[in-house]
């Protein structure tokens, strides 16, 4: 007759335990993701492709391409390098649209000092963009500079911002 270590089965059935509850949660994660990229195909249009990945989504369309990303937190190297870099504060999503010839950035940032708008608007301007407008409401700012085919736009407030880079085909 074998004698079984308590021990050892106790620690082979938690082992057991936590592989099946990762594979559920893993597999139930998964089926999540495909109903809500239905739910956006249906939403936008049959003709979209839609694909979640944790913090990402990427949206297909006969327009164009949209990714949001809350995993990438660097400046995108893709920018135009005409484009000085924000380096203020912490980047804590990147948003991408590819339509047509066009593309656009949309950086959301926290943690930015109230003073540094004033400094990137002049950043901008001795890097020869114009800029085209400038609003101010309370602790907010909201701007635009123009380039060539290059378009920025900030908006900052109470320790946010986000900033919107264009470039025209």
Same mark, same amino acid.
């Given at each position: $007759? ?13 082992? !057991? ?43 297909? @369309?006969?327009?164009?391409?949209? @990714?949001?990303?809350?995993? $990438?937190?660097?400046? #995108?190297?893709?920018? #135009?390098?005409?484009? #000085?870099? !924000?380096?203020?504060?912490?980047? =804590? $999503?990147?948003?991408?649209?590819? $339509? ?5 950035? =949309?950086?959301? !940032?926290?943690?930015?000092? #109230? ?7 002049? @950043? ?9 407008? @400038? ?18 736009? !900030? ?15």
């Amino acid at each position: $007759m074998k004698i079984f270590n308590p021990i050892s089965l106790t620690r082979v059935l938690a082992l !057991f335990a936590a592989i099946s509850l990762v594979t559920v949660s893993t597999s139930c994660k998964r089926a999540a993701e495909k109903t809500q990229e239905k739910i956006i195909e249906k939403a936008i249009g049959d003709k979209a492709d839609v694909d979640l990945d944790d913090e990402k989504i990427v949206i297909k @369309t006969d327009e164009g391409t949209f @990714t949001a990303d809350a995993n $990438m937190q660097s400046w #995108p190297k893709e920018i #135009p390098n005409d484009v #000085p870099e !924000f380096k203020n504060g912490k980047i =804590v $999503m990147v948003n991408t649209q590819n $339509m047509g010839e066009g593309k656009n950035w =949309v950086l959301i !940032f926290e943690n930015v000092s #109230p003073s540094e708008s004033a400094k990137y608007k002049e @950043t901008l301007e001795s890097n020869g963009y114009k800029i085209n407008f @400038t609003t101010r409401a309370g602790t907010a700012t909201h701007f635009a500079a123009e380039k060539g085919n290059i378009t920025v736009t !900030f908006m900052g407030d109470e320790g946010g911002a986000s900033i919107s880079v264009g470039v025209d085909g």
